[in-house]
């Protein structure tokens, strides 16, 4: 799905108020989370790579802290899919001379 803020998944089944944008960025897909009920979410909180989150989620194990580790939200293979689609919509529009 895309919006004005960009292309994003539910990474809650069931909640449609939370959004995980995502996008390229040089080598690696970064993450932003945007939350209808917490406007100030998007503003304190950039757009993070991969590999930040991948480094965050096994700090939270070492840590040994209770529940679920946040990296569940983070999918990259539903970021990877939006992306392809984009693009590829994107040069279909550009062959059909729309762009």
């Known amino acids: 799905m895309q919006d004005h803020r960009g292309l994003y998944y539910f990474p809650v089944l069931g909640n449609r108020k939370i959004r995980m944008y995502v996008r390229p960025n040089k080598q690696e897909v970064e993450f932003r989370m945007w939350d209808q009920d917490d406007e100030t979410l998007w503003e304190e909180h950039g757009w993070v790579p991969w590999s930040a989150i991948q480094q965050a989620s096994e ?3 070492k840590e040994g802290r ?6 569940h939200l983070y999918d990259m293979d539903a970021a990877i899919r939006l992306i392809r689609d984009y693009v590829t919509e994107l040069e279909r529009k550009e062959r059909m001379g729309e762009i």
Do not use: F, V
């Open 66 to 71: 209770k529940g679920r580790p946040p990296i």
């Open 59 to 61: 700090l939270y194990e």
